[in-house]
């Protein structure tokens, strides 16, 4: 017979009473104090309906009380998922009605946004806000409940979503475990040497799997101290979190890094008091390693993990840039020549169950207990060099991106002022990816397309900005008419030899 267990529970079965958990801008909560809000947030949860399996999305900055709701609809037995704040309701509509979910807290900031799109969609949602109209007073729920037990499941039933992209663009759930939160803590506890005695800080948001498995389950795991930030990262903030916080692990994306060695914020890390910096999300290069160590006086452990895995699974702490498994990690691959770039297989404790109502991308990515991503990668021995994806897919500052959809948005806003337009992934200077976008003006409309180009790229999140814009007479095209995608990259170069500093 299986052990039945909560993966919320289990994240509090090491920490001290009263040892600091988790602090936030000025406020700092106990293990002791945490595991009650917890238990009262799933009474809260249990007295609005939420039945078992039942999903709650998270739709906020971080905090201390987004914690609480996120980790008490787990307690409760529901299934709990967390979505960036910061997406347009066109991109996150269709994830409210991916999950099919009833019950979302949020801000009193953001809420009247979700009761209109609610209304509009004729989709009711029970949203819970403190301070907001028309809506379910957590505060109070939380106030008035009382602490709930924590719900046993298997091991094998649902905890917990992270919401993902296909190539198509259409979201995916990806459903992870209740056996999920324990094996967490294995790479900070075996190849970071973390403890009690730690304080994680991770840059990423917690809707990131990159931040919610390798700072919050593995800090809380742990029994060490996580540190929030509800502001959006930067790199003047960084900075400001590590000397107000005094984190001794760091977690950040190769983006970050970048920027924080360009605005001469590394230096500012150093002799903080921080054991390891650690880089994810994307690819690190080479030289943003050497130049970060030579800044902040440790490199960066870089980590390969997906959605799907939550945890990471590939690691480097040499100059080679090969990966090799984490602890807990099995990797095998195809019979193919090892120079050959290959998809290869992982199994974790920590791997997901699959996705939901996707039969097409389960049977894909998922088989018999391993999961293979979409990444390719180069065998040397025992080691793995990353190599990308072989689609258009982008991974830009820990984010997926499709230049297809780069492409529809930026075609949409500019209307019937462009006769054509394309984007491509380019690996820049400092060896991070970015997009750079062509476009073919229509005669005597190249001011309106430049102004509503300007506007379109604004309004785009930060990861799908295009970094380089070129304005061009043609486009390079194959026999058969089709945009030829490989010579762009060239077109890129050449248009970039010409004026460099053209945006």
């Not at 979505?83 to 009193?108: C, D, F, H, Y």
């Not at 043609?474 to 077109?491: E, F």
Request: with cysteine; proline share 6%; aromatic share 8%.
């Amino acid at each position: 017979m299986q052990q039945l267990i909560n993966a919320a529970a289990c994240l509090f079965e090491t920490g001290e009473e009263g040892h600091t958990a988790i602090e936030c801008g000025e406020r700092a909560v106990s293990y002791g104090q945490l595991r009650q809000a917890v238990a009262c947030a799933a009474g809260a949860w249990q007295s609005l309906g939420l039945e078992s399996d039942e999903r709650v999305v998270i739709c906020a900055p971080d905090s201390i009380e987004w914690v609480e709701a996120y980790l008490g609809a787990i307690w409760a037995g529901g299934v709990a998922m967390a979505v960036n704040p910061r997406l347009a309701l066109e991109e996150l509509g269709p994830i409210l009605v991916e999950s099919g979910v009833r019950l979302v807290w949020t801000t009193a900031e953001l809420a009247p946004a979700l009761l209109a799109w609610s209304a509009r969609q004729q989709r009711p949602l029970l949203i819970a806000a403190t301070g907001a109209a028309g809506c379910v007073d957590w505060s109070a729920a939380c106030a008035s409940a009382r602490p709930a037990p924590p719900v046993l499941r298997e091991a094998a039933d649902m905890a917990l979503w992270i919401g993902t992209s296909g190539t198509t663009g259409t979201p995916k759930g990806v459903v992870h475990t209740h056996g999920v939160t324990e094996p967490c803590a294995a790479f900070a506890r075996e190849i970071l040497g973390a403890g009690p005695q730690d304080r994680l800080y991770a840059s990423s948001k917690l809707f990131f799997a990159y931040a919610l498995a390798n700072s919050l389950f593995a800090g809380l795991r742990l029994g060490a101290t996580v540190i929030l930030d509800s502001e959006w990262p930067s790199a003047a903030r960084v900075a400001e979190m590590v000397e107000k916080h005094c984190p001794t692990l760091v977690f950040c994306v190769p983006t970050l890094y970048h920027k924080m060695l360009q605005s001469g914020d590394a230096e500012l890390l150093a002799g903080r008091g921080i054991r390891h910096f650690v880089s994810a999300g994307e690819a690190l290069p080479a030289l943003l390693r050497a130049e970060w160590e030579a800044a902040a006086g440790s490199a960066p452990i870089s980590g390969y993990g997906t959605s799907e895995t939550l945890c990471l699974m590939l690691y480097c702490d040499s100059r080679s840039g090969q990966l090799k498994p984490t602890p807990l990690t099995e990797v095998r691959h195809d019979a193919l020549a090892p120079e050959l770039p290959q998809r290869v297989w992982v199994r974790h404790p920590a791997l997901a169950r699959g996705y939901w109502e996707r039969p097409k991308e389960q049977a894909d990515g998922f088989r018999d207990g391993w999961f293979s991503p979409g990444d390719m990668f180069v065998r040397h021995q025992d080691r793995l060099e990353f190599t990308g994806r072989n689609d258009d897919m982008l991974k830009i500052a820990g984010q997926w991106v499709s230049t297809q959809w780069v492409e529809q948005e930026l075609r949409a806003a500019c209307g019937d002022s462009i006769e054509a337009l394309a984007a491509v992934g380019i690996r820049s200077d400092e060896g991070l990816t970015a997009i750079a976008a062509f476009l073919i003006a229509r005669p005597q409309q190249e001011a309106l397309a430049r102004s509503a180009l300007a506007r379109a790229i604004a309004s785009l999140p930060g990861h799908k900005r295009p970094r380089w814009v070129h304005w061009v007479e043609a486009l390079p095209i194959t026999a058969t008419g089709k945009l030829q995608r490989s010579a762009l990259a060239a077109l890129h170069a050449q248009n970039r030899a010409l004026a460099p500093q053209a945006t």
